[in-house]
């Protein structure tokens, strides 16, 4: 069977289990050349092994990883130096500076002082050069381990939550630098994160897991839509209805209605459209609204309702 040259990476199949716990549970997805491909979902989801497996770190049970068309098997060197890597948390020596940190890992591909230099620069170091890494701030130790991921000039790039614990300016500028690579080279990324934000500013592509299952995946857009999601209204009464009520209109809109905090949620497809219909329905049983907020749909409102749970929520 002929490869297709636009995929860089083809997950087929892959399944990882430890003990009775299925980490990752039959997962299939591929990424382009030159594509932001983000795996959003929270702790405990399967991204970080997954990911682990596509480095090469583990091993699948069951399932296929090709990348540029090899397998790991014997082709572990070659398939190293394409990848770039960032974990959720770099451990460097505190006694190099920043410039000495590069220059280390640059050994490792036998590269010198002028692609350091380079990548210093192009995470916003510069100033920061001659700094010992026990001085740098958690958002700047977090851009120099991306460097350190981008030294090799990588044909994918594997970033494993790498904003988690950063204030919102320092998770900026990691977006910053991403999103200028994106425009400037033509490296494929893969980004795990339980940000929603992060998966929308960043990525082509959103693949949504839970329990090491793909869930739904696609564009921000194309994930709203295919869930039947597009536009949310949340409402309270200032009264119960009555019990003869049927809140439910005749439209295809879905309704989620909690009787004890006279609340409800509406997802419609066009909120100018559908709502008539609630109004007409409250003012026939005499029944005013005390509150009425409209938004449009998020990654998060899919997640809940597929999940039963938020994309930042704890499994108990």
Not at 168 to 196: C, D, F, G, V
Not at 291 to 308: I, S
């Amino acid at each position: 069977m002929a490869t297709d040259d636009r995929k860089i990476l083809e997950v087929k199949n892959v399944k990882k289990h430890f003990k009775t716990v299925k980490a990752v549970d039959g997962v299939d997805l591929h990424i382009e050349k030159g594509e932001y491909l983000a795996l959003l979902g929270p702790n405990g989801a399967g991204k970080t092994t997954l990911v682990e497996m596509i480095e090469g770190i583990q091993h699948p049970d069951e399932g296929e990883i090709i990348l540029q068309g090899k397998h790991w098997k014997g082709h572990k060197e070659e398939l190293h130096h394409i990848i770039g890597l960032s974990l959720q948390e770099t451990r460097f020596i505190d006694k190099l500076t920043t410039y000495e940190t590069g220059m280390l890992f640059a050994s490792f591909y036998k590269l010198g002082s002028k692609r350091v230099n380079e990548i210093i620069e192009l995470v916003g170091l510069s100033e920061k050069r001659n700094a010992y890494v026990v001085n740098l701030s958690g958002g700047q130790r977090q851009r120099l381990a991306l460097g350190i991921a981008l030294l090799n000039k990588p044909q994918i790039l594997l970033l494993d939550e790498p904003t988690t614990g950063l204030d919102p300016n320092a998770r900026r500028e990691i977006w910053n630098i991403l999103q200028n690579l994106k425009n400037e080279i033509n490296t494929s990324l893969i980004l795990t994160t339980h940000y929603m934000e992060e998966a929308e500013v960043l990525c082509d592509r959103i693949v949504i897991m839970d329990h090491g299952k793909i869930l739904s995946q696609g564009s921000m857009e194309q994930i709203i839509r295919l869930n039947n999601f597009y536009e949310i209204v949340d409402f309270s009464l200032h009264k119960a209805p009555a019990a003869s009520w049927n809140l439910q209109p005749n439209t295809d809109m879905c309704i989620e209605w909690n009787p004890e905090k006279l609340s409800g949620r509406l997802y419609v497809k066009k909120v100018q459209e559908d709502m008539p219909e609630l109004f007409e329905l409250l003012n026939r049983h005499n029944v005013s609204i005390n509150q009425f907020n409209y938004r449009k749909a998020t990654l998060d409102d899919v997640f809940t309702t597929l999940t039963g749970r938020h994309l930042n929520e704890q499994e108990s």
